[in-house]
C-alpha cells in the first residue's frame, strides 16, 4: 500500500521559507513521478512542481524561481523548497505519485496516490 506523509508546512511571515518534506512508503514501481499541488482556500487545487525517477523536473508557470522540488531517493523523500513566501502562497500543499512519467505536466488526473496535504500559512 502506498502512503505518502507530507510535513514541514506551518505559520510564516512574508519572505520567510519553508521546505516542505514528502515521506512515501510502500512504492513498489520501478518507475515514478512525485508532484506537489496546493489549494487554497474557495480555489481549485492546482500544481507547483514534479520530478520523475529520471531527474526530470517540471514546474507550474506561476513558480518563476522561489520554489524548488529534490529527491533524496535513498530515504524515500521528496521536498519542495519555498522561499520568499507571500500571502498567496497561503494553501494546503498536497504530496502526490504516479508511476507513470505523465505527472511532469501537473495535471491531477496523472496522479493516483495522494497524500493528506500540510497547511502553510503566510501571514503579511
Known amino acids: 500500500q502506498v502512503v505518502l506523509v507530507e510535513s514541514g508546512g506551518g505559520l510564516v511571515q512574508s519572505g520567510g521559507s519553508l521546505r516542505l518534506s514528502c515521506a512515501v512508503s510502500?512504492?513498489?514501481?520501478?518507475?515514478?513521478?512525485m508532484g506537489w499541488f496546493r489549494q487554497a482556500p474557495g480555489k481549485e487545487r492546482e500544481g507547483v512542481a514534479a520530478i520523475d525517477s529520471d531527474g526530470a523536473i517540471g514546474y507550474a508557470d506561476f513558480v518563476e524561481d522561489r520554489f524548488t522540488i529534490s529527491q533524496d531517493i535513498a530515504k524515500n523523500m521528496v521536498y519542495l523548497q519555498i522561499n520568499n513566501l507571500r500571502p498567496e502562497d497561503t494553501a494546503m500543499y498536497y504530496c502526490?505519485?504516479?508511476?507513470?512519467?505523465?505527472?511532469?505536466?501537473?495535471?491531477?488526473?496523472?496522479?493516483?496516490?495522494w497524500g493528506q496535504g500540510t497547511q502553510v500559512t503566510v501571514s503579511s
Open positions: 510502500g512504492w513498489t514501481y520501478k518507475t515514478y513521478c
Open positions: 502526490a505519485a504516479d508511476k507513470s512519467y505523465y505527472g511532469l505536466a501537473l495535471n491531477i488526473a496523472d496522479f493516483a496516490y
